[in-house]
């Protein structure tokens, strides 16, 4: 029986697109079938490289294809919202890049427009579907670690890029806390909920977006959750969760495909290993694949009340922090 596949169209080919147009060689019941940039000899180029059927010179015509099932956003965070919402006026069904939206209004506009035209919507964040980070979860779900007391997760990495970036540009919502810090929030939600309480502190650049922030989540019985997210400097990007058992440690890179070292207060230690058919973005296009075929709307791994209560917990942090995006709004 051959196997059934859905055709993806990807919209934008910069870094990322890069990288998931090349998951999408291995990830089963997937095809690339169309690529659309804002011009045409970009897309072309980007079909050549990845033997794209379709490339589309802008976004509009790669949405209308009605040979693509799904598309994949890959732009600055400032069009996601734009973007998601062309892309399902036209029947499509979405994943679309970290952060979904901006803030909660964006966020909440999208989903309901997936919700009114019955297609599939979902975050891209590919940590959530990594067997290391499925495994980290069932270990702290399962007791394994005892209670968890706290959880450090850092995302700090060097960016040489100038003002005008994504990464810096405010007018395309760039800072750390949307960019990097959100798979730090992401993973003590993930683990351990909606916080108690919080604190955050930002250094923000003459643009107003933040180059570094720290934020800090209590939960119940004083456990802590530590993050931190920089563009400013390299230390080690590593996650760890502490429980009255043992702990769990995530090396270098933690929120991308990786090994889970579990060590127990009495020094016994277990290390778990994982076979990775690309370079880990083939989960979350196999995830997208899998409910499309079965007719979901969204993931039960990361579903739309998901994605809400991350954005949420992100605005607080940019309020408390003085984050601000001009054009849009909180
Ligand atoms: N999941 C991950 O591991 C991961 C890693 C990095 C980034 N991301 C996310 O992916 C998204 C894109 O990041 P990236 O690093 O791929 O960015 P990038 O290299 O700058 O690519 C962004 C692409 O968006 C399109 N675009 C449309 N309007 C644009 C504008 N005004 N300025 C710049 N580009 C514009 C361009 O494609 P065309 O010219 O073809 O239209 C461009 O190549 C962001 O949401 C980011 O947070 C995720």
Not at 164 to 171: G, K
Not at 269 to 284: A, L, Q, V
Request: proline fraction near 3%.
């Amino acid at each position: 029986m051959t196997e059934k596949k859905i055709k993806w169209g990807i919209l934008s080919t910069g870094w990322i697109a890069h990288k998931f147009a090349t998951a999408l060689q291995v990830a089963d019941n997937c095809e690339l079938y169309a690529v659309g940039s804002r011009t045409l000899g970009t897309a072309k180029k980007f079909a050549d490289e990845f033997h794209v059927p379709k490339a589309y010179g802008n976004y509009e015509e790669l949405v209308s294809d009605p040979a693509v099932d799904v598309v994949y956003i890959g732009t600055p965070h400032n069009l996601h919202v734009d973007n998601t919402l062309l892309a399902l006026n036209h029947q499509k069904h979405v994943l679309c890049e970290k952060p979904l939206g901006v803030n909660r209004k964006e966020v909440s506009r999208m989903i309901e427009r997936a919700r009114e035209k019955n297609l599939f919507l979902m975050e891209a964040l590919w940590s959530r579907f990594l067997p290391n980070i499925i495994k980290t979860k069932e270990l702290v779900d399962s007791g394994e670690i005892g209670e968890v007391k706290l959880m450090t997760a850092f995302f700090s990495v060097k960016s040489d890029h100038g003002p005008e970036h994504r990464q810096y540009n405010i007018e395309l919502c760039g800072g750390t806390v949307l960019d990097t810090g959100i798979y730090n929030i992401f993973l003590s939600l993930l683990l351990l909920g909606k916080p108690k309480s919080f604190s955050a502190i930002a250094g923000l650049s003459e643009q107003g977006g933040d180059n570094s922030c720290s934020y800090t989540f209590k939960y119940d019985k004083d456990t802590l959750s530590v993050m931190f997210s920089s563009f400013l400097a390299d230390p080690p990007v590593v996650a760890e969760i502490h429980g009255t058992k043992g702990k769990i440690v995530l090396d270098h890179l933690w929120f991308c495909p990786g090994k889970v070292k579990l060590t127990y207060r009495d020094g016994r230690e277990k290390i778990f290993e994982f076979d990775f058919k690309s370079n880990g973005y083939e989960y979350e296009a196999e995830e997208t694949a899998k409910c499309i075929l079965a007719g979901k709307t969204q993931s039960d791994l990361w579903s739309w009340k998901d994605s809400i209560q991350l954005i949420s917990v992100m605005d607080d942090i940019r309020k408390e922090s003085g984050i601000v995006y001009p054009k849009h709004d909180l």
